[in-house]
T-cell receptor
Framework: EDQVTQSPEALRLQEGESSSLNCSYT??????LFWYRQDPGKGPEFLFT???AGEEKEKERLKATLTKKESFLHITAPKPEDSATYLC???????????????FGSGTRLSIRP | NAGVTQTPKFQVLKTGQSMTLQCAQD?????MYWYRQDPGMGLRLIYY???????DKGEVPNGYNVSRLNKREFSLRLESAAPSQTSVYFC??????????????FGEGSWLTVV
């Protein structure tokens, strides 16, 4: 069964303390892996798409990496404004329509203390 | 640029009442989606429309109906609301059905409580 698991569920860091969020997946075949940021009371905001193992993408203090079984979202020297829930989603192969094969993880709640 | 717009933002319904959530996108996207988000469950696909004139069931379609009114608009209807439908609902769109190079863009959400 296709599955996406994010860890940890919650993470509290001090401002400037770098860390990583994990997204592990088991799918029949990977078409793409997405990272989103979600602020309280808002919709998910797109951050990155990764397509193949070894790929990396960066945006400000965030860097996403991908292996054959998991993705990491690395946060370097975070600031309080980086506090949010980070969602991972995987698009799997198969199904009669690609749109139905996107599986979301339940997210990691990141809190950055000043 | 508004992106994906949903209405209403908040709604309280009594069990058995019906209502429609409205969604419109101004990005000229072909595909549109309705998701629900519950604590600890992640986002789950209710229905989607790969292109104008087509709709398909997602993971959790029971108790819902949809209408793709035109390319811009995709509505979600609860015919007889149940407490289990208390959730946050997100409308989303993507340029094509999701594939390489296509990303889903989300609206701000609609908070629905069924009492």
């Amino acid at each position: 069964e296709d599955q996406v698991t994010q860890s940890p569920e919650a993470l509290r860091l001090q401002e400037g303390e770098s860390s990583s969020l994990n997204c592990s997946y088991t799918v029949s075949g990977l078409r793409g892996l997405f990272w989103y940021r979600q602020d309280p009371g808002k919709g998910p905001e797109f951050l990155f798409t990764l397509y193949s193992a070894g790929e990396e993408k960066e945006k400000e203090r965030l860097k996403a990496t991908l292996t054959k079984k998991e993705s990491f979202l690395h946060i370097t020297a975070p600031k309080p404004e980086d506090s949010a829930t980070y969602l991972c989603a995987v698009q799997a192969l198969g199904g009669y329509s690609s749109a139905s094969k996107i599986i979301f993880g339940s997210g990691t709640r990141l809190s950055i203390r000043p | 640029n508004a992106g994906v717009t949903q209405t209403p933002k908040f709604q309280v319904l009594k069990t058995g009442q019906s209502m429609t959530l409205q969604c419109a996108q101004d990005m000229n996207h072909n595909s549109m989606y309705w998701y629900r988000q519950d604590p600890g469950m992640g986002l789950r696909l209710i229905y989607y429309s790969a292109s104008e004139g087509t709709t398909d069931k997602g993971e959790v379609p029971n108790g819902y109906n949809v209408s793709r009114l035109n390319k811009r608009e995709f509505s979600l209807r609860l015919e007889s609301a149940a407490p289990s439908q208390t959730s946050v609902y997100f409308c989303a769109s993507s340029p094509q059905g999701v594939g390489s190079g296509n990303t889903i863009y989300f609206g701000e959400g609609s908070w629905l409580t069924v009492v």
